[in-house]
């Protein structure tokens, strides 16, 4: 039987990350809670951004986690692959725009002749 490529989360590794550093666990749980509370911005909008992060990442955990939290808010599953083609754009965008380096070194290479 092929082993999973990241483990699954379980109880028992939660209880153990708590255990080993408590007082950050504290910390960073309160933070999570306040970043995704309503505020300027819903609480589905940020879920939706936290799902095209998580694409952008490639965190499995916070992909299958924010989208259930995206659903749990009230997303769509539209509305989830939308987001999710925003992050591979900008994934995209940001390949394109640093295409800038290569094309750079290319012409420093060349005596400074573009491309």
Do not use: N
């Amino acid at each position: 039987m092929p082993k999973d490529i990241f483990p699954h989360a379980t109880p028992e590794i939660a209880a153990a990350r708590k255990r080993l550093a408590p007082d950050i666990h504290k910390a960073f749980t309160h933070f999570s809670e306040r970043v995704f509370a309503e505020g300027a911005l819903p609480a589905k909008v940020k879920q939706l951004i936290a799902v095209a992060a998580a694409h952008i990442t490639q965190c499995p955990y916070c992909i299958r986690g924010h989208t259930r939290a995206a659903l749990r808010q009230g997303a769509t599953g539209e509305e989830i692959m939308e987001a999710i083609w925003v992050a591979a754009e900008m994934r995209a965008g940001g390949a394109y725009a640093h295409s800038t380096l290569a094309l750079d070194t290319i012409a420093a290479a060349r005596g400074g002749t573009e491309g």
